[in-house]
Structures are given as structure tokens and as C-alpha cells.
């Protein structure tokens, strides 16, 4: 029966990025009673579902990084030489499977996933346009619900905000005793994923003499700086290059 399988015998080479996008999040967020504009258990599951993409799935991601129910992962090297049927599918289920378990839910939860080709360079502007999303998210999710805690509906509100300019958006959080750019960091600026060496103190029995060796350990960036500035840039660079 093989030969009646339909599959896109479609490969790409590295690098690239596997963005996760999370699938009707809202009604998930609505059951578990999610704070808003921003929840910690939510935030803290995506983060755990970042670090065992990069350390546990087998798919070997340099990072992830994630922000609001979106996670982009970045390769240097391809599992399943590139084909990207493949990866697609086994990056958006591992997620999904993860986030289930992270939330403790008891109902399927989906992701799609979607492969954006890069160059180092292209890799640097991905990242940066994925953290102004991420500020996008930010203001436009307090702005949203302040308007709903005013008595609007979700549909009033998101009308109310249309075509606003980031300013203006600004001024009106103001106004209500919020300053946007003093919320916390991984709520403005997403949260990094990313195995780094750690130096620890051992102990060699045979040659009875203490030993340092070098591991690595996946750690989370809650305190990105702001990927647009000189200093974002050659953090993006060191982290994209891996030096």
C-alpha cells in the first residue's frame, strides 16, 4: 500500500528557523482561566516546552524562542536529512504534547509549524522581527484588556484599537497608571532557550585528583535586551554564529 501515500518529497538545507504557532489557544486560555494581559503558568509552560525542544526532542535546535503561544527554533544542522514534512510534523506534535503535559489538560492541544529559510544575516533580521512582534503582542494584549475591564467586549475593543498608532497606545496605558515600557522584560521581549557550558568540579578516581570538565546545561533569558539596538545585534550575532 506504500505506493498509495501522499507525501511532499520536499527538503531544505540549514539554516533555519521552525516557527510554532500555537492552534484556538483562546478557548484554552478561557478554560483555565488564564490572568490576562499576561499569565505566568502559560508563560512558564511555553518555556519548559522550549527547553525540551532543544534538549529532549532528538530535533537538536541551536535555541528556541518564544513569546505569547509562538515558539521559532533555530538550526545549524537538520534531523531527517531536511525533509521537511518531517520536521514539520514532528516538531509541531512534540509541542504539543508537551504543553499538554506542562498544563496538565485534558484535552488535545494543537501547533502548526511552518519552515522559514535563513542566512545568518537573515537569521538576525527573523529574530529581530519575531521580537517586535513580540512588543506588538505586548501592547496591543494590556491595551485590549484595559478596555475589556472598562466594559467593552473582546470584538469592541480590538475595533477601538484598530489602526492606533504604537504612541497613542502608549498615552492611553498612561493615562490608566500602566508605563509599557517598565512591564516585565519576557513579556516585552520574549524568552531565549539555549544550552550553555557550564564548568563543574569532579573528582578522577584513578588518577585520584580533582578535575573541572566542562557540560552543558539549557538555560532561560528572561531579560533579552532589545534585539533592534547595536547591543541586541551582537548578541544576535554571537548567539546565530555560536560564538
Known sequence: MEDREIFANLVTVPPVFVRLDGRAFHALTKKLAFARPFDDRFSGAMEQVSRLLVAESGLSPVFAYTFSDEISLYF???????RVEKIDSVAASYAASALTLALGVDEPLAFDARIVIATPDIAIEYMTDRQGEAWRNHINAYCQQALVSEGMNMAEAAEKLRGL???????MMHQRGVNLAKTPAWQRRGILVSKKPVTKEGYNPVKKEAVTVQRSTVAADRDLPLFSTPKGQDFLKNLISGE
Do not use: N
Not at 76 to 82: I, Q, V
Not at 165 to 171: G, I, R, V
Open 76 to 82: 545549524r544542522e537538520l534531523p531527517f536529512s531536511g
Open 165 to 171: 498608532a504604537s504612541q497613542d497606545l502608549h498615552e
